[in-house]
């Protein structure tokens, strides 16, 4: 959006300000690559109100700190964009700002950032679905406007919640599957256990069943063509994090899932895998307490 002229501002901290401001943004694709030598910056501190699309980014487990963040740059016209998987934040975000002013979205991407700041994307998919949770999409035309720019798919669902929990199955699936095993899903498949990430995808699902959203038939098969792909090196970014001791988004992708069961145990295989997730947390606590 900001190469293609349109007026963004990114709310940073100082850490990353001052990467931003050596190095400019830059964005390695298999798609073409972007570099904004002085992309716009403001700090919390700094931010005032006046901005009409807050587009949030974070992880969940920074989610709170985020909305501290940017609330000083919204006012009675701003509306809130959140990209991130699952549905809690959506909860938190309508208590703060009432559900009218939050939209739904999600993002279609594989990407990492390395230590110098740099944006890898790891794979050619670049698309982002937004939308109404009300169903009706004539109040965001000014949105669907400013998101429209060449570079990646910005696509207007009239079904916005639904396309959220599909994703939130595929990336519980996903991230259940190669963190518990500590592998990809070509390994896995090579294992002869790929009967665990059908079953795992087949949990998820019935769970978004239960809450009105089951997956269509053209998600599921989807999913499970990624997670039972012969030689596939795809794992699941929670399973990254994993191996470099960073924090997890656990609690709200598979334990927010959980939570939303029907009843318990509903989902025997997705239970053990958050058990095996907060073994890992606790553990990272216990080594960092230590150190």
Known sequence: MAAAGRDVTFLVRERRAQQLRRNGLLVTSPLGDVHLPT???????DLKGGYGLIIV????????????????????????????????????????????????????????????????????????????????????????????????????????LH????????????????????????????????????????????????????PRDSATQAGLAILTAPGSAFTASMLRDIEQGNRIEADHIVGDLLRRAPQVPAAPLLATTFAHLRAYEARRKRESSAS
């Open 57 to 160: 980014s974070s992880k969940s487990y920074d989610l709170d700190s985020a909305i501290e963040d940017f609330a000083n740059g919204m006012d009675a016209e701003s509306r809130v964009l959140p990209l991130l998987n699952g549905m809690r934040h959506l909860d938190v975000l309508d208590a703060r700002f009432g559900p009218h002013r939050v939209l739904g979205g999600l993002a279609r991407i594989s990407s990492t950032l390395d230590a110098e700041g740099r944006i890898h994307q790891l794979g050619p998919f670049n698309a982002l679905a937004f939308g109404s949770r009300a169903g009706s999409d004539t109040a965001i035309d000014d949105v669907a406007e400013a998101l429209r720019v060449p570079g990646f798919d910005a696509l207007l669902s009239r079904d916005i």
């Open 39 to 45: 992309p716009s910056l403001v700090s919390a501190k």
């Open 163 to 214: 396309e959220m929990w599909e994703k939130w199955v595929f990336i519980a699936a996903a991230a259940s599957t190669t963190s518990l095993m500590r592998a990809t899903v070509g390994d896995i498949v090579a294992a002869a256990a790929q009967d665990i990430p059908v079953r795992l995808l087949q949990e998820c699902a019935a769970i978004a069943a239960a809450n009105g959203f089951p």
